[in-house]
């Protein structure tokens, strides 16, 4: 079992930051795969980004956030972190953190979710 705990979520106004941090209970040196979410009220959720845990720390993006977007492995927190700057309305949703352990199972483990919301 993975337990996934998200956390740095808030309101913020727009031109803002936060940093969405998402704590795993395994070792460093686990070979999960983490992810980060987003679901926008009335969206579906969708993926954004994703990072091996421990490795290479390989990481690649949904592409209309490449660029935009950062991710990585916080060893500090024992943690995967997604710094967003430059806020705006659309980044409005919930953040949800998911591991998939193993090649081919798919995101088999969820956090609960983190909101963040955008004030104009």
């Known amino acids: 079992q993975v337990q996934l705990i998200e956390s740095g979520g808030g309101l913020v106004q727009a031109g803002g930051s936060l940093r969405l941090s998402c704590t795993a209970s395994?070792?460093?040196?686990?070979?999960?795969?983490v992810a980060w979410f987003r679901q926008a009220p009335g969206k579906e959720r969708e993926w954004l980004a994703a990072?091996?845990?421990?490795?290479?720390?390989?990481?690649n993006f949904k592409g209309s956030v490449q660029g935009r977007l950062t991710i990585y492995r916080d060893s500090a927190r024992n943690a995967v972190s997604l710094p967003m700057n430059s806020l705006t309305s659309e980044a409005t949703a919930v953040y949800y953190c998911?591991?998939?352990?193993?090649?081919?199972?798919?995101?088999?483990?969820w956090g609960q979710g983190t909101k963040v919301t955008v004030s104009a």
């Open positions: 998911a591991a998939s352990s193993q090649v081919g199972a798919g995101w088999n483990y």
């Open positions: 395994v070792r460093t040196t686990s070979s999960i795969r």
């Open positions: 990072i091996n845990w421990s490795g290479d720390f390989n990481a």
